[in-house]
């Protein structure tokens, strides 16, 4: 199964809060997991990624939480800006030579001032 | 910073017509991809291509769609015979092995 599920659809966090968006996948055959933030009229731009063998990477104010047991992945996002209101999509990746990025449904991110 | 660069921004062609969409990917990468996205929804995958050939199509990746590297800079995607659904922003991205995919800005093509 190829599908990466995210949720939820829509966030809103005050600035300053914690913003979380979970994604969860069924193939095991994922390699890596990026997270990728995208503006209106942009493309995704890569913001964070993290590896099966790794349970929390940590980029700034973001991080990621692997739970590899439950297939499970989440972004954090501390002390939330107005700045980071975009969309965010989980992806999963494999590497091989039939390597594609699955994106998850995206998450749209409003942080209010 | 290097960076994955697509033109042209913006397209409008008839119903019909053939368009390519042109991408020139980092230059140190192996793997080349055609993403695209419909307003407001998900960043579907078409096709993926390394050593010269595609790896992997979607099934949206139909007969209407091509991807060529004519040179050793430039991926092109082209599309035969446009639809009113064909309508999306297309996305560009290239990888080296193993590691993480660079996206463009990508190409709004509307149909008319």
């Known amino acids: 199964q190829q599908q990466v599920k995210q949720s939820p659809q829509s966030l809103i966090v005050q600035k300053g809060g914690i913003s979380i968006i979970n994604c969860a996948y069924e193939n095991t055959a994922f390699d890596y997991f990026p997270w990728y933030q995208q503006f209106p009229g942009k493309g995704p731009a890569l913001l964070i990624a993290?590896?099966?063998?790794?349970s929390e990477k940590k980029e700034g104010r973001f991080t990621i939480s692997f739970n590899k047991s439950a297939k499970q992945f989440s972004l954090h996002i501390m002390d939330s800006q107005p700045g980071d209101s975009a969309t965010y999509f989980c992806a999963a990746f494999t590497y091989s030579s039939a390597s594609k990025i699955i994106f998850g449904s995206g998450t749209r991110l409003s942080i209010r001032p | 910073e290097p960076e994955v660069t697509q033109t042209p921004s913006h397209q409008v062609t008839q119903m019909g017509q053939e368009v390519i969409l042109r991408c020139v990917p980092i230059?140190?990468?192996?793997?080349f991809y055609w993403y695209r996205q419909i307003l407001g929804q998900k960043v579907e995958f078409l096709v993926s291509?390394?050593?010269?050939?595609?790896?992997?199509k979607s099934e949206i990746f139909d007969d209407q769609f091509s991807v060529e590297r004519p040179d050793g800079s430039n991926f092109t995607l082209k599309i035969r015979s446009t639809k009113l659904e064909d309508s999306a922003m297309y996305f560009c991205?290239?990888?080296?092995?193993?590691?993480?995919?660079?996206f463009g800005q990508g190409t709004r093509l509307t149909v008319v």
């Open positions: 991205a290239s990888s080296e092995a193993y590691q993480e995919a660079f």
């Open positions: 291509f390394y050593n010269n050939e595609i790896s992997e």
């Open positions: 993290i590896r099966p063998d790794v």
């Open positions: 230059s140190n990468h192996l793997y």
